[in-house]
T-cell receptor
Framework: EAQVTQNPRYLITVTGKKLTVTCSQN?????MSWYRQDPGLGLRQIYY???????DKGDVPEGYKVSRKEKRNFPLILESPSPNQTSLYFC????????????FGPGTRLTVT | EDKVVQSPLSLVVHEGDTVTLNCSYE??????LLWYKQEKKAPTFLFML????IEKKSGRLSSILDKKELFSILNITATQTGDSAIYLC???????????FGTGTRLQVTL
């Protein structure tokens, strides 16, 4: 089944404890992206990648890192999480190099205490 | 700074009504405009619009883009309770595919 998977789906952690949220797609898509969704602020792009080893900042990259070593995987790394990173995170991929129709993962609910 | 504004913020209609959702934008280097529907969790794709004046249709949903006036509308005719969702508009900009989303319109369709 064509899909985007994210793990974990739910995570409660403490301030400063490094964490990684994995994202994987099995559709051979070029473009992948991370978003966070907060009430009243909508979806905001964190980072995106147009291809392997090509990543760029979205609107809210501070406090996050990404890597794209393989086409299928695009992990989101929080080196030192803070409470203001408590949010719902979505990974998405698109078959085009440019962002177009995107397939979203199921979301990761992160709480940082 | 790129801006995408959706209106109304929320809307309650009766089943069978027709609704029009609005999305206006002020961005640099526009590439395309996307509409998504978000029900419980992950958004699902509805339309991608790149050219002015060409209507995209899918069943009871349709959308059109006006690149001169910098807006798009999403129409839903003969609404059903299954149309209840948040509708998101996003604009793709730049040479490298940055996306900016609006905050969404929450639509509730009642019986």
């Amino acid at each position: 089944e064509a899909q985007v998977t994210q793990n974990p789906r739910y995570l409660i952690t403490v301030t400063g404890k490094k964490l990684t949220v994995t994202c994987s797609q099995n559709m051979n898509h070029e473009y992948m992206s991370w978003y966070r969704q907060d009430p009243g602020l909508g979806l905001r792009q964190i980072y995106y990648s147009m291809n392997v080893e090509v990543t760029d900042k979205g609107d809210v990259p501070e406090g996050y890192k990404v890597s794209r070593k393989e086409k299928r995987n695009f992990p989101l790394i929080l080196e030192s999480p803070s409470p203001n990173q408590t949010s719902l995170y979505f990974c998405a991929s698109s078959p085009q190099t440019l962002a177009g129709e995107q397939y979203f993962g199921p979301g990761t609910r992160l709480t940082v205490t | 700074e790129d801006k995408v504004v959706q209106s109304p913020l929320s809307l309650v209609v009766h089943e069978g009504d027709t609704v029009t959702l609005n999305c206006s934008y002020e961005v640099t280097n526009f590439r395309s405009l996307l509409w998504y529907k978000q029900e419980k969790k992950a958004p699902t794709f509805l339309f991608m619009l790149t050219s002015s004046g060409i209507e995209k249709k899918s069943g009871r949903l349709s959308s059109i883009l006006d690149k001169k006036e910098l807006f798009s509308i999403l129409n839903i005719t003969a609404t059903q309770t299954g149309d209840s969702a948040i509708y998101l508009c996003a604009v793709v900009t730049g040479t490298a595919s940055k996306l900016t989303f609006g905050t969404g319109t929450r639509l509730q369709v009642t019986l």
